[in-house]
């Protein structure tokens, strides 16, 4: 969403509880961040305009690299996953490799930043 720690889902909140591994990229805020226990294992697989687009099919295979050995995965991402955020492609991967998975929406980024700039969508 729009990374406001606020508006987090409660679900996604109950899931970094539980998580051994929590895969995140660049638009996950510091508040975000914080809400991940100490014991789970974080590892940042952010990319950047310009980078290799390798980088994508390195996170697809360490979610089934980590789901394999029977660890609970978390795939955190900032931003809309399903709206440029490879959220679809990562779920085909899984999906694939028959990785059990879930998706789990929140508010999405045009209108939550909308909301909190005071512009109706459907005004």
Request: proline content about 5%.
């Amino acid at each position: 969403g729009p990374g406001d720690a606020k508006l987090l889902t409660l679900r996604v909140a109950e899931l970094l509880a539980k998580v051994d591994i929590v895969l995140y990229d660049k638009l996950v805020g510091k508040k975000i961040l914080s809400m991940i226990p100490k014991k789970t294992q974080r590892l940042y697989v952010g990319r950047v305009a310009g980078d290799d687009p390798s980088n994508q099919d390195t996170t697809n295979e360490m979610m089934v690299k980590y789901a394999k050995k029977g660890k609970k995965v978390l795939r955190l991402k900032g931003g809309d996953p399903a709206m440029f955020g490879r959220g679809g492609e990562e779920a085909e991967y899984l999906k694939s490799h028959k990785i059990k998975y879930e998706i789990i929406p929140g508010i999405t980024s045009g209108s939550g930043s909308a909301t909190y700039s005071g512009i109706p969508l459907t005004h």
